[in-house]
């Protein structure tokens, strides 16, 4: 299957709007790929918390929307990274869609591990409370969003949920670059998965974005990388190389601890 990683760029001169319908555009560019995806909290920015409130939409509003209508428009499966979603009782939440290729909702996120250290995010967003994968005809995706990267239980629970390929939507601080690459490595290797992450390009806030989207096969080896710019990555993977994998070397099989079934939804 093919799959087009959108790195977008984040620019504090950019319209919030304006930078929906650019997304949008890319979208639709990407007719012929079967998955697209896009990072975590592009239309605000991940790190520009003073924003958050002003910015927030319900879950389904303008994001939603437009999102709906590019998968539809392109024909392709569309993870829309994560918005600002204002739930009915006021509590924010940093929340991942995806689309099928008719438009229709197939999933919503909820990111589980707020970052900040008891400030920013941490503090501004509730935190979700359920794992989600979604079924593509070729793979079961289980999502997860920037931080959750460190929390390697999460991504067991994904895998013991059926999950083949685990997709990572971030906006990751360039500071912290070789970690994003260590941990999307550490994550594909340990549930012999695909890892596919993408974070944003440019500065939120005034925290210079990591790029450098990557894409993982279930033995660690790097099958695409990005640079630090705005740009798309495309790249062909077989999801039947994780039973391949699991089988020729089964180190799954010998776990002996945390094998309580995850809470779904």
């Known amino acids: ?47 520009a918390y003073a924003d958050f409130a002003d910015e927030a939409e319900p879950l389904q509003g303008p994001t939603h929307d437009i999102m709906a209508k590019a998968a539809a428009d392109a024909g392709v499966w569309l993870h829309a990274g994560s918005f600002v979603e204002r739930a009915a009782d006021g509590t924010l939440f940093n929340t991942s869609l995806v689309f099928t290729p008719e438009g229709e909702r197939a ?11 008891d400030k920013g995010e941490a503090v501004m967003m509730g935190a979700g409370e359920e794992l989600v994968t979604v079924d593509m005809p070729q793979t079961r ?6 931080y959750d990267l460190r929390f390697p239980e999460m991504f067991r629970g994904l895998v013991d949920a059926g999950a083949g390929t685990l997709i990572v939507a ?42 450098h989207s990557i894409v993982v096969d279930p033995w660690g080896e790097v099958l695409a990388e990005a640079g630090a710019d705005e740009e798309v990555l495309d790249v062909e993977f077989d999801p039947a190389r994780v039973a391949t994998t699991r089988e020729q070397f089964p180190a799954l099989k010998d776990r002996r601890l945390g094998l309580a079934p995850p809470r779904l939804r």
Request: hydrophobic fraction near 50%; charged fraction near 20%; include cysteine.
């Open 107 to 117: 999933a919503a996120y909820r990111k589980i591990h707020r970052f900040g250290f």
């Open 170 to 211: 971030a906006g990751w601080p360039e500071r912290r670059r070789a970690h994003w690459t260590l941990l999307a490595q550490a994550r594909a290797v340990e549930n012999q998965s695909y890892v596919l992450a993408v974070g944003t390009a440019g500065t939120h806030a005034g925290v210079q974005q990591a790029g």
């Open 141 to 146: 995706l289980g999502l997860a969003t920037c």
């Open 1 to 47: 299957m093919r799959a087009s990683l959108i790195q977008i760029a984040v620019d504090p001169d950019e319209s919030v709007n304006a930078r929906r319908q650019r997304a949008a555009s890319l979208v639709a560019a990407q007719r012929g790929a079967d998955l697209v995806v896009l990072p975590e909290l592009w239309p605000v920015g991940a790190f």
